[in-house]
């Protein structure tokens, strides 16, 4: 378990493709059992974030330490989730095949899926509601479907630090719903969880904490931070428009225009 009181300690964190930073001085402590969200404007570092903590982005200067290690010294340790847009979805593979690789980290390079790896594969299915269509070819499956068999592929893993970058984005209401009760089983039994996100009423009504990323932190505190005027003009640049009902569009992405509840990265 994490040291000194933190599932990851970040200190001046910097890190970026080929000659642009993404991410420049990030200094940041998430608690071990929180359920953070981390909230931005487009380009604003927060899947550069996730990747330098889950070990699959080399910073460019700065520490990381994970799980009270050095990072990739806890790797099975750790379940990560990418978006949706970085998956082959023709890749031929089954809603259970892709679970089970959840299971690889706990296996190592020799060992074959046992019986109680097939039995994780299984409870992991389930709890998503998904063992109905486990046989199906991903590609077969709706966007929620897929985000939840991805769900389940970490669950599968039993982490103790679940990195996942949008995991409710573009998901019907119910389908977030069922997502969002699982994280929080999860941060209950004192798991950690990140998880990036444009939905800011998610964040504000349904994580711990947040952190309000623009290149660099703008601000990291409880989930009520999501509803701060200042906070949001300062992390998504000024951008935002009032609406005669009392809500903000914010303004960040050109091809967007969004309300407060759903920014965009």
């Not at 998430?30 to 404007?41: E, K, N, Q, R, Y």
């Not at 964040?203 to 409880?222: E, I, N, P, S, W």
């Not at 003009?233 to 960040?252: F, I, K």
Request: aromatic fraction near 4%; hydrophobic fraction near 40%; charge should be negative.
């Amino acid at each position: 378990m994490p040291t000194h009181g933190a599932a990851i300690r970040v200190r001046g964190l910097v890190a970026g493709y080929g000659d642009r930073a993404a991410i420049d001085d990030i200094s940041l402590e998430i608690a071990p059992g929180s359920l953070t969200a981390v909230f931005g404007p487009n380009g604003g570092g927060k899947s550069t974030l996730l990747k330098c903590i889950a070990g699959l982005l080399r910073p460019w200067s700065g520490s990381i330490e994970v799980l009270g290690g050095a990072v990739g010294a806890s790797a099975s340790r750790i379940a990560y989730v990418p978006q949706v847009e970085q998956v082959d979805w023709s890749f031929p593979v089954s809603g259970d095949e892709v679970v089970m690789m959840g299971r690889t980290p706990l296996l190592g390079p020799t060992r074959r899926p046992g019986g109680a790896d097939r039995d994780a594969v299984a409870a992991a299915l389930a709890r998503v509601e998904m063992d109905g269509l486990a046989d199906r070819q991903i590609g077969e499956l709706s966007g929620g479907q897929r985000r939840r068999v991805f769900l389940a592929r970490a669950l599968a893993a039993d982490p103790l630090l679940y990195l996942l970058d949008e995991p409710v984005t573009g998901v019907d209401p119910t389908t977030q719903e069922r997502i969002m009760n699982i994280l929080d089983d999860e941060a209950r039994r004192g798991r950690t969880v990140v998880a990036t996100t444009h939905d800011l009423a998610c964040a504000a009504q349904r994580f711990h904490d947040v952190v309000a990323l623009a290149g660099r932190v703008v601000a990291h505190g409880k989930a009520q931070l999501v509803l701060d005027r200042e906070v949001l003009e300062r992390t998504y640049g000024g951008h935002l428009v009032p609406l005669a009902g009392g809500g903000l569009v914010l303004l960040d992405d050109p091809h967007h225009h969004h309300g407060a509840h759903e920014g965009h990265e």
